[in-house]
């Protein structure tokens, strides 16, 4: 058992019903000389990689009622790998757009927080995608952004690839115990009740830290969170946000965009990728 920390909680926190907190990853693989995976094989793939090292993606969520503290992760002892890796297979001939119409589905739904909060989806059928040969599938992976940050992500990324086929599988952290029912609600309660009395504002100083909004809204016991007034132009970017989401594909060269980075020390690959989207998108605005 683990108690989340006030960076990853405040995820929690700002999560409203009509918009999902969690990370999705799409993934295309090419099919190669290997038969087509299947979600059997996807499924013991993740159980070695991920599940049998790492922690956290074999506990579940633990609130207290009342956000008395912050959460705690715990093990699953029912861990069900079969309701974590799904497969689905694309509609009509395959096409690109045809994986960005399975992809917004599956970001959509809400993850179940009486779960691991992660799941993948192998997509199949993409066979008419322009530049990938037929066969080619998949990998619709979802983190709750609680449970994983930018780094930890890479991290998973870099447990679940090979760099070649006769590659050695990437070291992996080994679990310190078994997986068991937890601890009670009423311990995890008797916990929060000693931290409460031994820092009675250190729950509310460290969100109030982190998001002034926010947190001056919990000190002050409100129980709708309200947005500040502002002068924004309207556009299609400031209005309410829903579970529904639209995505797109834009293909780069990865030397052009190493290029870009190396002209200014210091920077990163996410550095290039952020200002090339935040350009775009002013460049858009600016177009209204």
């Not at 029912?181 to 509310?204: E, W, Y």
């Not at 926010?214 to 002068?231: C, D, E, H, K």
Request: charged content about 20%.
């Amino acid at each position: 058992m683990n108690q989340m920390g006030s960076n990853d909680a405040i995820w929690l926190y700002i999560e409203p019903p009509s918009e999902s907190a969690h990370v999705t990853l799409v993934s295309v693989y090419e099919p190669g000389e290997l038969p087509p995976l299947t979600r059997q094989e996807l499924e013991a793939h993740l159980h070695d990689r991920l599940v049998s090292g790492v922690p956290v993606f074999s506990r579940r969520l633990r609130q207290l009622p009342f956000h008395a503290d912050f959460p705690y992760w715990v093990d699953d002892p029912h861990l069900d790998l079969g309701r974590h890796v799904r497969e689905r297979s694309l509609a009509g001939p395959g096409s690109w757009n045809a994986l960005l119409a399975t992809a917004m589905e599956i970001h959509a739904e809400p993850l179940d927080k009486r779960h691991p909060l992660w799941d993948f989806t192998l997509v199949t059928g993409l066979n008419r995608a322009r530049g990938l040969p037929k066969g080619s599938f998949a990998v619709v992976s979802r983190f709750h952004h609680a449970m994983v940050d930018g780094k930890s992500l890479l991290e998973v990324i870099h447990l679940l690839h090979d760099l070649s086929p006769q590659s050695a599988p990437p070291a992996q952290p080994t679990r310190a115990q078994t997986a068991a029912d937890g601890p009670s609600l009423a311990t995890i309660a008797v916990r929060a009740a000693v931290h409460t009395i031994a820092n009675p504002t250190d729950m509310l100083t460290r969100v109030a830290r982190r998001l002034p909004l926010l947190g001056r809204q919990l000190v002050n016991r409100q129980a709708r969170i309200t947005l500040p007034q502002t002068r924004a132009p309207r556009t299609r970017f400031n209005g309410p946000v829903t579970a529904d989401r639209r995505l797109g594909f834009a293909q780069f060269d990865l030397d052009r965009l190493r290029a870009l980075r190396s002209a200014v020390p210091g920077s990163t690959l996410n550095d290039v990728a952020l200002t090339i989207i935040g350009g775009a998108l002013r460049d858009y605005l600016d177009k209204l």
